[in-house]
């Protein structure tokens, strides 16, 4: 079976940094895209960095310069490294991969197959 198994996140001081897993079950992530959103308590879903499979990751203005889409080929897990945290990066965070018809996940709406549980990262000011 495919899925998709997260892990990371928790509670950090802003300034701070904390690392998201994503680990694809069942393919590998070298042979899809992937994406990570968020979702904020009442705020709409935002589509924080995607990486296609044979291009170099995208991110939204809100985490640029601070994340980075990281991958492990000998772990078949991808990344996401968040930096200089601010208390608005405070969200549950979706990874999400394989291309396929869009999916309805919270509020989030994305082209993926699979997605991630969700995990939390709260960040305090």
């Known amino acids: 079976e495919e899925q998709v198994l997260e892990s990371g996140g928790g509670s950090v001081q802003a300034g701070g940094s904390l690392r998201l897993a994503c680990t694809p079950s069942?393919?590998?992530?070298?042979?899809?895209?992937m994406a990570w959103y968020r979702q904020a308590p009442g705020d709409s879903c935002e589509l924080v960095s995607t990486?296609?499979?044979?291009?170099?990751?995208w991110y939204a203005d809100s985490v640029l310069g601070r994340f980075r889409f990281a991958r492990d080929g000998a772990t078949n897990t991808v990344y996401l490294e968040m930096n200089s945290l601010k208390s608005e990066d405070t969200a549950v965070y979706y990874c999400a991969a394989k291309n396929g018809p869009p999916r309805r996940v919270g509020t989030c709406i994305g082209a993926f197959q699979h997605w991630g549980q969700g995990t939390q990262v709260t960040v305090s000011s």
């Open positions: 069942g393919f590998t992530f070298d042979d899809t895209d």
């Open positions: 990486r296609h499979r044979d291009g170099e990751p």
